[in-house]
C-alpha cells in the first residue's frame, strides 16, 4: 500500500481524536473528581481544585478496598475460564451441528436473559438458598456464569459459523481427527470472538452488584460492586472516595484487556495464514 | 395483620422455648453467664461509624466479659439493605440481631421478621429510658419491636457570613419571619440560592405540613387515613413551594435534588440556608473547617412559632424471629442502646443516642449547633405514620412526586395534594 | 463436495438406531453444561417469576411460604392503567429504539475506523474505548448526572459561556425528552465499546482475500464494506442488535440514578423502574413479578421478528 495522503491522515488523526475525548472525557472526569481535595464541591471546572491523595487512602487503607478487590478477582477470573470454556462447547454444537431443537435451544438461550435482572433477585436468591450456594465464592461464580453464558454462546456460535467450513474439511483432508482439527483450525480463528466474549464475562462479573449483596452476609467475602456501595449512606455520599473507588474498579478491566489485547492480533495473523 | 399475631406467637415462643431448654440449668444461677460457647450475629449499617472497627472490637470484648458468649458483626451496606432483610428474614441465614431503619421496623414487624422485646425492657426497668418519638416508632399494636439506638434530626444550616452581610442573626420565629430572612439574602445577593426546596427529599416538607397543624395520615381504630389533602396539610405544602414558585428563592434545578446535592451547593457557597441533617455539621467540620466556622443553625420554625415538629428518624435494634438465643440478643440491645455504647456509638457518629439520659447530656456538653438541632428532636421529633404500610408509601415516592410535581409547575398544591392523598389511601386500604 | 463427518453425510440407507443416537449424542453433550447451568440458574427462578405474577404476593407470604393465586388480576390491573399506555411504554419502546441504534451505528463505525488504523494506534483507540467500558455503570452514570447539572454542571457552564442558556433557569431532568436524551448519552457510552470491540474482531476474522478479490473486481470501499463485510459479518451484526435490544429494553440503573428517576418524577418511568418500585419498594411482589413477564413477553416478540427477518433459516 502507498502512503496514505496528507488529507486523509489529519482526518484519520481527527477521527482517533474523537474516540479518544468521547471514551476518555468521563474517565477523566472520574480520576480528577478522586484527586480533588474539593472533591464533594466539584462544580463545572475542567480541572480540579487541587491534587491531593486523600481519597485514594481512605479507600485503600481506611476501607480496605484491596480486599474487594481480591475478591473479584478471584471471583471474575473464575468466571472467564468457566464460560469460555462452556460457551464454546455449546457454541460448536449450534454452528456446526444440526439436530432436533436445535432453534429451541438457541432461542431458549436468548429468552432466558430477557427477564429483568432486578425481578429475579428473590427466585433466585430462593434457588441459591436451596443449593446451599449462599455466602460462597464458587456459588457466586455460578451465578455469574449463568449470567454471561447466554451472550457468550451467542457470541462465539457467530464466530465459529464465520470460520469457513472447508478450513475444517482441509483439515479432516488432512487426517486430523476432530479434536485436532478443534484445537489447530477452530481455536486459532475463533481466538478473537473469545476474547471479546472473555472481556464480556469478565466485566459482567467484575459490576455486578445486587447479587453478591444479597448473597454474600460475610462482609470479607464482598466483591468491588459492593465495596462500591460502601461510601453511599442514606443520607450521605462521599464522592471523593467513590471515584477513587470507580478508578481502581475500572484499572483491572483495562489491565485484563490489554493482557488479551495481543490474542486479538494474533487472532489474526492466524486468519491471514489460514484463509 | 391478624395472620401475623399467629406467626409471631409460633415462631416466638418456640424460638423462646429453645432457647430456655438449652440455658435452663444456668439460668437459674441468675448471673449473665449463660452463653459460653455460643455465638450471636449482629449486623450493622456502613459507613455511620467512621471508626467502626474499633467500637466493634470493644462490643465483642464486653460482650464476651458479660455473657460469655463470642459475638459475630457483619457491616452490611446501605444499599440494597431493605432486599437483603426481606430475603434473609425468618431463614437460617437471619442475624439475632440488626441495625433496622426507624421506618422498616414496622413492616418487617407486621410480616413477622421481628420478635417483640417489649415485656424485656419491661422488667429489666428500660421502657421509660429511651426517646419517646422514637420508641414510638418501634411500637406497632402496643407490642415494642426494637430498641432505639440513634436518630438524627432536621434542621436548618446557614452560612454566617452570606446571612451577617443581608442582616439577618437571629432564629425566625414563624414562617414570615423565615421568609423575610431568605429574602433579604436574594436581595443583598441575587447570584445566591438564598433557600433552596429539594424536591428530592420530603424531610424537607414534612415540617411545613407539621407546623401548619397539618397531617400526612390519621389513624382512626385500626386504619389509616390520608390527611394530607386536608386544608392544613395543603397550605403547609403551598407555602413551602411558594418560596420557590412564587418568591423564587429556591433554584430550578433544586425541584429534582436530593439532600446530597443542597449539601454540595452549600459547601460551594452557592447557598444561603437550607434544610439538613443533625449529622451534616460533623461531616462539614471534617471536609471544610473553614467553612465549619461559619456555620449557624435555627430549627425550622412552624406557621407561628420557633419549632415546627421535624421528622426524628433513625435505627433500632431488633430482634429477628429466626434466633435461638433470644435472651443473649437482648442482652446485646441492652448493650448497646444503654449506657457506654449508646454514649460512644452517638459521640463517633455525630447522631444523638436514644436514650433520654444520655441525649440530655449531648445536649448540656455539645456546642450551639448541636443545641439547636437537639431542640428541634426533643421539642419537635416527630414519626412518620408508624404502620406498616407506611414502607409503601415512601417506596412509591408519593411524597417527592407530590413535590416534584407542584415544583416543575405540572399541577398546583391543592391538586396535586389530592391526588397525593388517593394514592395513600389507596395503599392504606388495600 | 466432501462433507465434514460431523454433519450429516448423504447416505442411502436408513442408519440404525444406535448409528442414529450416536451421532445426535454429540451437540447435547456439548451443550450439557450450559444448559444445565442456564436452566437450573435462570430458566427455573424465571418459571417462578412467571408464577409470582399469577399471585397476591407479599412480604408476608414470602416470610410464610404461603401463596394466594389471583390468576390475572395484576395483569389486569397493568393493561388497564393509563400509567403504561401514555407514559411507561412509550419511554421503554423509544428509549431502546433510539439507543440500539444508536449503540449499533457509533459501535460500528468505530470499528471500521479503528480497522483502518495501524497497529499501535489501534491498540491505543481499542484501548481508550476498554476504558468506557471499564467505568462502574454506577459511577457513569453519576458523571453524567454531574456532567450535566443544571445548576453548576460543566454542559450547563459550556452553554452559559457561550451565551445559549441563562444559568439556573431551567431544569433539564424534569422534561422527559432532555431526561432521555442524557439517559441515552450515557447507556450509548457504555454500550459503544461492547458493539465496536465485538464487531472489530468480527472484522479481523474476515479473510483479507476477500477483499482482495473485491477490489481486483474494482469495487470501492463502500461497495467492498456491503458485498463483502457485510454478508460475512451479518451473523455477528445479528447477534449485537439482539442483544443490545434486551439491554436497553431493561435498562435500570442508568435510568434510576438519574435526578427524578426513581420514581418521584413519574413521567420519566420505564419498565424496568416500575417494576422495581412495585416489588422491592412496595413490596408488591406479584404485581413486580407481572410487569416483569410482560417486559420479557415484549422482548420474546420483538426478537423473534428480528430472528425471522435477519437471520436466513440456515443462520440460525
Redo the contacts between chains.
Sequence with gaps: MRGPSPARRILTGFGIAVVLIYALFPFYWMLSTAVDPHADARGAGLLPSGFTLDHFHRVLVEADFLQYVKVSLLVALGTVVASGAIALLAAVAVARFRFRFRSVVLIMVLVVQMVPLEALVIPLFLQAKSLNMLNSLLGLVIVYLAFSLPFAIWNLRGFVAAVPKELEEAAYVDGASWWRMFRSVLLPLVAPGLVATSVFSFITAWNEFIFALTFMTDSSKYPVGVGLRTFFTTNTAEWGAVMAASTIIALPVVVFFVLVQRNLASGLTAGAVKG | MI??RT?LAGGAASAAALGLAACGSDSSKGSGTDGKGKTLTL?I????NPSTDAYIADLKKKFKEATQADLTV???????A???F??????D?APDVAEV?TTWTP??A????LDPIGDELEEAGLSGKYVKALKESATLEGEVFGAPWYAGVRSILANKDLLSAAGVDKQPGNWQELLDAAQALKKKDPST?PFPIS??SPFGLLPFIWGAGGEIAKQSGDTWKAAIADSPAVEGVTWYTDIALKHKLS??????????DA???F??G?VGMFIT?S?VPA?IKE??PELYDKLMAFTIPAKDSEVAPSFLGGSHLCRFTGTKEPELAFELIKLMTTGEFAANWAKQTNFFPGEQSALDEVVTSGDDLTAVFAKQMTEGGKSVPVTPLW??V????TI??L??TVL?GGKDAATACQDAAKEMDQ?FDD | MSTAPSTAAPSVRRPSRAARLRRALPPWLLLAPALITLGVLLLWPMIRVADLSLQKFRLRHLLRGEREYIVLENYQKILTDDHLWLTVLPNTIGFAAVCVAATMLVGTVVALFLNTLSTPWRIICTTAIMVAWAVPALTGTYIFVWLFDPHSGFVAGVLEWLGLLEADTVNWWNNRWAFYGIAALNVVYHGFPFIAVTILAGLMTVPKELYEAARVDGAGAWRRFASVTVPTMRPIFAVCLILSTIWDFKVFTQIYLMPGGDGSNRSVMNLGVWSYTEAAGQGHYGMGAAIAVLLTALLLVISVVYLRTLLKEDDL
Excluded: Y
Excluded at chain 2, 394 to 397: A, F, I, L, P
Design positions: 395472620a401475623r406467626v449486623w449499617m456502613e459507613g455511620t457483619e457491616v452490611q451496606p446501605w444499599d440494597g431493605h432486599d437483603k426481606v430475603n434473609v428474614m425468618g431463614g441465614s431503619g413492616e418487617f407486621d410480616a413477622g421478621g440560592i424536591g428530592g433554584t430550578p434545578a433544586a425541584s429534582t435534588w436530593k439532600e446530597t449539601l454540595a451547593a459547601q460551594k452557592d441533617g449529622w461531616t471536609k471544610s414502607g409503601q415512601e417506596g412509591k415516592k417527592p412526586n413535590l416534584n416543575t395503599i
